[in-house]
């Protein structure tokens, strides 16, 4: 990543608003925004995180929520609140708990549609586990609902991606109850 090369965008994004760069309040401004976009796209420059799998003899659900992370809407690069259910059926290993966020994080600091993203993490568990099957809800805030446009209070999405087992109805009602707990 570029830290120069964003700040002089910022330097020329504040300008080009009105904005008096010499005020001591935006002084540093253009270098804030570069360490902003510098952690909120992180998942382009890092990679992926290392993640442990264990041997187990449970065939029941594992399900990680709620994830909390905060990502970038592609179209307007605004922020998106993630609220995400991570759902998986094991065949003979595990992913050690603390991975599950730790992915999600990973995919979610990347520029990208909330619809991309869900099926994203499904297919990153998936083959990194070739479990029976996983599920993935995630519900994003879009700011660019809520800040723009048609100024939206909520701007929720909810977006949903299974595989395997999970294109059974009763795996999938068994998650969302478990879920909306």
């Keep these: 990543m570029n ?3 964003i700040q002089k965008g910022a330097t020329m994004m ?3 608003i009105g904005c008096n760069l010499l005020d ?4 540093e401004t253009p270098h804030r925004i570069a ?3 510098k952690e909120l796209c992180n998942g382009l420059m890092v990679p992926p995180p290392i993640i442990k799998t264990f041997p187990t003899k449970y065939q029941g659900m594992v399900i990680v929520r709620p994830i909390i992370t905060v990502g970038l809407c592609p179209h307007h690069f ?8 991570v759902g998986y059926i094991p065949t003979k290993k595990v992913i050690g708990l603390s991975k599950i966020p730790r ?3 990973w995919l979610a600091h990347k520029p990208a549609l909330q619809e991309d993203l869900t ?3 499904v297919d990153s568990i998936t083959q990194l586990l070739k479990p029976q099957g996983v599920i993935c809800v995630v519900k994003g805030k879009h700011s660019c609902m809520r800040l723009r446009g048609v100024k939206q209070k909520s701007g929720e999405m909810i977006t949903s991606h299974f595989s395997g087992d999970f294109e059974k109805i009763a795996p999938r009602n068994e ?4 879920i909306l707990k």
């Design 3 to 5: 830290e120069d090369l």
């Design 14 to 16: 504040l300008q080009g």
């Design 24 to 27: 001591p309040n935006f002084k």
């Design 35 to 37: 360490k902003v976009y």
């Design 78 to 85: 605004l922020p998106v609140e993630y609220n995400i259910a």
């Design 103 to 105: 992915l999600v994080e």
């Design 119 to 121: 099926k994203e993490i």
């Design 175 to 178: 998650f969302n109850s478990l």
